[in-house]
Nanobody
């Protein structure tokens, strides 16, 4: 199976930048597409970015133009570059892999999360 480990979180001031990493191991070839999610205290987990296996990306409006998702296949690493950070970006950020299981079936795997705190 696939295991995911996030890193790169920390404390930054509003307007600053941070780059998150997610290293994947295991059955890398089974990954269909990758996503970043975040969860703020007292709120539901929400989507941050998506990248497909052919490199197409998509973002919700609240991060569009500020965040960039990318991947490095050589190192099996997913990245999230975050610029122009706001206090409302604070939360635990999770790496998510949607996997191909058998023929036409999908499943999810999650990392442990990394804390991002933006001070204002």
């Amino acid at each position: 199976q696939v295991q995911l480990v996030e890193s790169g979180g920390g404390l930054v001031q509003a307007g600053g930048s941070l780059r998150l990493s997610c290293v994947a191991s295991g059955s890398i070839s089974s990954i269909h597409f990758l996503r970043w999610y975040r969860q703020a205290p007292g709120k539901e987990r929400e989507l941050v970015a998506i990248i497909t296996d052919n490199g197409a990306t998509n973002y919700p409006d609240y991060v569009k133009g500020r965040f960039t998702i990318s991947r490095d296949s050589a190192t099996s690493t997913l990245y999230l570059q975050m610029n122009g950070l706001k206090s409302e970006d604070t939360g635990v950020y999770y790496c998510n892999a949607v996997l191909r299981v058998g023929a036409g079936s999908l499943s999810n795997r999650w990392g442990q999360g990394t804390q991002v705190t933006v001070s204002s």
